[in-house]
């Protein structure tokens, strides 16, 4: 029995403790944990997939709905107590429908440093004119005016950072 196969080495790797490793990133809500003990190192990760995008979008609309409660009941206390022109906001979307962006980036006025700017208040534009752009991701990303109108207002100023959903300008 000298010629017998030999036993398969033990395998170096307890899979129940990978499986403790795999739970504790599904309670905790890590992507990545990595344990190392006597030489042996095991790291278990998650495979992201939408979540992060979805994530990214999340706080939005979780924002907007105290900011716009907020503004709701603002200008519900302006109305009884003093006249609707004191409310910041209320003449320009009066005056005008909202451009917002269409994204998350810094947003440029103009097509360089140091030229014109696309539009300025009280220019006249046409369907599709480009309104401004936004970077994300190192793409420059044009605005285009939604309809054509004269420009009431711009909300942002050159090289800001500006969320999804953020008014941009107003164009009435």
Do not use: C, W
């Amino acid at each position: 029995m000298a010629n017998s196969p030999k036993a398969p080495p033990a395998d170096p790797i307890d899979v129940r403790l990978v499986r403790r490793l795999a739970d504790i990133l599904t309670e905790t809500g890590l992507s990545e944990i990595e344990v190392e003990h006597s030489g042996l190192k095991i790291r278990v990760a998650k495979t992201l997939t939408a979540g992060p995008t979805q994530l990214t979008y999340a706080p939005s609309p979780i924002a907007a709905a105290p900011a716009a409660a907020a503004a709701a009941a603002a200008a519900a206390a302006t109305s009884s107590s003093a006249p609707a022109a004191s409310v910041d906001s209320a003449p320009a979307r009066e005056a005008g429908d909202l451009v917002k962006s269409p994204m998350v980036g810094s947003v440029y006025l103009q097509p360089e440093p140091g030229a014109e700017p696309f539009v300025k208040v009280g220019d006249t534009v046409a369907a599709g004119q480009t309104l401004m752009i936004i970077e994300a991701m190192k793409t420059m990303n044009p605005i285009p005016a939604p309809r054509a109108g004269r420009i009431v207002e711009i909300l942002v100023e050159d090289s800001q950072p500006v969320e999804f959903g953020e008014p941009l300008a107003v164009i009435g």
